[in-house]
C-alpha cells in the first residue's frame, strides 16, 4: 500500500515533443507529490511538486497532472530538449508523518536532436 | 537557497576499513537528513532518518551497526560505513529537509563508495 508505480521504465522522444511520464499510488494518505531529475553520477534535484488539492501545477515547461480518484499523477515535459535527457523519479510521501518519500522506479529519459 | 553537500564525492577504500561520509545544509538548518543508497539503473533506497540530536530510525534490513549514523548538529550529518566490505559498493545520497509548509527535501551530490 506504500508503492509508487513509475511507468515507463525508459522514454525515447524527438526534440521539440512532449514527454510523458505516469504515476500511480495506493495510499490515499499521501498529501505531497514530488517530481526529481537526476543526472548520471549526481544527486537528484526537485523539479516540480503538487499537493492533492490542486490537479495541475505548471513551473515553465514542466507540468504535474494530479488525478485524485484515480491516484494517478503525471510529468508532462514540453518542447523537450536534449538537456532533459535524464532519469525522472516520482516520490510520494506523507507531509504529517516526518515527509519520508516514496519512490517510483525511474524513467529514463533520452530526448533525440 | 536549499544547498546540501557531501563530502567526499568519491572514495575507495580496501575491504575492512571504515568510511565516513559528510552531508551538510550549506544555506538552510535541516532538523531531519535522510540517508538513501542507490543502485546502477534502480531507484533511490531509503536507508535511515536522522534527526537532530537524537537516534537515526532505520530501514528495515538495514544494519544500523554497520552504517552509523550522526546527526550532531542541524547543518551536519554523517554517515559511517564501517568494516566495508565489496558488497557495500554504491551510490549515498543524502537530503535535507527544510521546514515549513510542504518539508521539502533536498538531495546531496552523492558520493561513490568503492570497496576493493
Known amino acids: 500500500q506504500q508503492q509508487v508505480k513509475q511507468s515507463p521504465q525508459s522514454l525515447i522522444v524527438q526534440k521539440g515533443g512532449i514527454s510523458i511520464i505516469n504515476c500511480a499510488y495506493e495510499?490515499?494518505?499521501?498529501?505531497?507529490f514530488p517530481w526529481y531529475q537526476q543526472f548520471p553520477g549526481k544527486g537528484p534535484a526537485l523539479l516540480i511538486a503538487?499537493?492533492?488539492?490542486?490537479s495541475e501545477k505548471k513551473e515553465g515547461r514542466f507540468t504535474i497532472s494530479f488525478n485524485k480518484s484515480a491516484k494517478q499523477f503525471s510529468l508532462h515535459i514540453m518542447d523537450s530538449q536534449p538537456g532533459d535527457s535524464a532519469t525522472y523519479f516520482c516520490?510520494?510521501?506523507?507531509?504529517?508523518?516526518?515527509?519520508?518519500?516514496?519512490f517510483g522506479q525511474g524513467t529514463e529519459l533520452s530526448v533525440k536532436p | 537557497g536549499a544547498v546540501v553537500s557531501q563530502h567526499p564525492s568519491r572514495v575507495i577504500c580496501k575491504s575492512g576499513t571504515s568510511v565516513k561520509i559528510e552531508c551538510r545544509s550549506l544555506?538552510?538548518?535541516?532538523?531531519?537528513m535522510f540517508w538513501y543508497r542507490q543502485f546502477p539503473k534502480q531507484s533511490l533506497m531509503l536507508m535511515a532518518t536522522?534527526?537532530?540530536?537524537?537516534?537515526?530510525?532505520?530501514e528495515q534490513g538495514v544494519e544500523k551497526d554497520k552504517f552509523l549514523i550522526n546527526h550532531a548538529s542541524l547543518t551536519l550529518s554523517t554517515l559511517t560505513v564501517t568494516s566495508a566490505h565489496p558488497e557495500d559498493s554504491s551510490f549515498y545520497i543524502c537530503?535535507?529537509?527544510?521546514?515549513?509548509?510542504?518539508?521539502?527535501?533536498?538531495f546531496g551530490p552523492g558520493t561513490r563508495l568503492t570497496v576493493l
Open positions: 503538487i499537493r492533492p488539492d490542486v
Open positions: 516520490a510520494a510521501a506523507f507531509y504529517n508523518q516526518g515527509g519520508k518519500l516514496i
Open positions: 544555506d538552510f538548518q535541516a532538523t531531519t
Open positions: 536522522s534527526n537532530e540530536g537524537s537516534k537515526a530510525t532505520y
Open positions: 537530503s535535507a529537509q527544510t521546514s515549513g509548509p510542504y518539508n521539502e527535501q533536498f
Open positions: 495510499n490515499t494518505a499521501f498529501d505531497y
